[in-house]
């Protein structure tokens, strides 16, 4: 019966020393603030920026794209079409946070650090 006990008590321990390193865990939380950004999680609990580390999926950013004759006429109503489109153009995406907006986040493991990656959709 000693043995027993003594495995019980070795698996208790260990679980207890992986609670103790907060593995990552997924968390939902609510963008309060946009500058400086903030990220209730919680009714006592309020993220500052200083912690969160955002995914491209988050923030405005610059991505290049090419639209062909058709897609041009179809798209912007250019008559006749040209060729000055079928080069690469620039565009900015405005995805930036907003108040209100949900996001998922992804706790880093034994950390206080979070990364924002993506907004949830209710």
């Not at 996001?103 to 034994?110: A, C, D, W």
Request: charge should be negative; aromatic fraction near 6%.
């Amino acid at each position: 019966m000693a043995s027993s006990n003594m495995v019980q008590l070795i698996q208790q321990i260990a679980v207890k020393a992986v609670e103790a390193t907060k593995p990552c865990d997924y968390i939902v939380g609510m963008v309060v603030s946009e500058k400086p950004l903030k990220i209730k999680i919680s009714q006592a609990l309020t993220l500052e920026e200083e912690f969160l580390h955002l995914t491209r999926n988050v923030t405005d950013f610059e991505t290049e794209f090419t639209l062909d004759q058709i897609g041009i006429y179809h798209t912007v109503h250019i008559d006749p079409p040209t060729d000055t489109w079928a080069d690469k153009q620039k565009i900015t995406v405005h995805n930036a946070l907003k108040v209100g907006d949900k996001v998922l986040m992804i706790r880093k493991s034994g950390g206080q650090d979070f990364i924002v990656i993506d907004r949830v959709v209710t």
